[in-house]
């Protein structure tokens, strides 16, 4: 079965589709389709929402999108939602990392402790709407370790294994993650659909 998914990065989908697999996970651009939606949620669920409606509207077919933010507990949550554009509009992966290392410096390392949240959405119809939500907690790094994964990878710092998200390969990730927590969940669910 394919699935669309409400997004326009490569990365997200290379971990999307191995938890989901054998479901086949597509990107709009892959098919042609000009997909964009400005996020102006003011939560990680709101903005799965909003990017799941705008390409259902497009294609009328099932579609599956997620919103992931880092909170940092020693910035109040922060950047949260904000977490792709906490350095600017339009910052890269490098300057959000680098922004949050310095916020992070002055704060002692045993009270960096953050979360990764994921709350992802399976939208079958206009009237059959179900979100999952993935969580994993960890420490912030103020220097990079690791070149695997993306976003904030090399700066979170996972105790239970001794590595950061980038150190690890994408399988270990993908058993751990809270991107794998929210979306096995809604494997689960589809499976439970084709049964």
């Known amino acids: 079965m394919k699935i669309y998914l409400a997004s326009r990065n490569p990365d997200k989908k290379k ?70 554009r906490f350095a600017g509009e339009h910052a890269t992966y490098e300057a959000n990392r680098q922004k949050l290392i310095e916020l992070a410096r002055e704060v002692p390392p045993e009270k960096r402790t953050a979360s990764f949240v ?6 079958l119809d206009t009237d059959n709407i179900i979100f999952f939500e993935g969580k994993v907690k960890g420490l912030i790094l103020t220097e990079e370790r690791g070149t695997s994964g993306f976003g904030y990878d090399p700066i979170f710092y996972y ?18 993650s809270h991107r794998y927590r929210a979306f096995i969940k809604l494997k689960a669910y589809l499976d439970s659909l084709h049964k």
């Open 118 to 123: 994921t709350v992802a959405v399976l939208m």
């Open 15 to 84: 971990e999307i589709e191995k938890i989901l697999h054998p479901y086949k996970v597509v990107l709009p651009e892959e098919e042609g389709i000009n997909f964009y939606v400005e996020e102006t949620g003011q939560t990680l669920k709101e903005n799965a929402l909003l990017k799941a409606q705008r390409l259902y509207q497009i294609i009328h077919k099932p579609v599956i999108a997620d919103d992931t933010g880092l909170v940092c507990d020693f910035l109040d949550g922060k950047p949260g939602v904000y977490s792709a």
């Open 159 to 176: 105790p239970a294994l001794g590595m950061t998200f980038a150190e690890m390969s994408l399988e270990t990730k993908n058993k751990i």
